[in-house]
């Protein structure tokens, strides 16, 4: 099991910040999927869930309105659509499959003027 994230960056309060979670080893259609924030100093800390099948998803307070996350069954991939950024959204994110322990190296995204 291999999960890549990529897409983070620098970008403006306001501004927008496509992710993206690369997933090898297993089919992300088959297991929900989520995304995970570590702010400098804190814990991790849970964004967003994507179900397996039907394809529900929740979101954390601090993100709902804001964010949204889905998947590609073909590229086998998951992605975190982000809008309207806060300086609070600064972390480095993760992707997480439900079923499994490993962690990618995560993908810094930095909200700053």
């Known amino acids: 099991v291999q999960l890549v994230e990529s897409g983070g960056g620098l970008v403006q309060p306001g501004g927008s910040l496509r992710l993206s979670c690369a997933a090898s080893?297993?089919?992300?259609?088959?297991?929900?999927m989520s995304w995970y924030r570590q702010a400098p100093g804190k814990e991790r800390e849970w964004v967003a869930r994507?179900?397996?099948?039907?394809?529900?998803?929740n979101y954390a307070d601090s993100v709902k309105g804001r964010f949204t996350i889905s998947r590609d069954n073909f590229k086998n991939t998951v992605s975190l659509q982000m809008n309207s950024l806060k300086p609070e959204d600064t972390a480095v994110y993760y992707c997480?499959?439900?079923?499994?322990?490993?962690w990618g190296q995560g993908t810094q995204v930095t909200v700053s003027s």
């Open positions: 080893g297993f089919s992300v259609s088959s297991y929900a």
């Open positions: 994507l179900s397996g099948g039907g394809g529900g998803t």
């Open positions: 997480k499959a439900s079923r499994f322990d490993s």
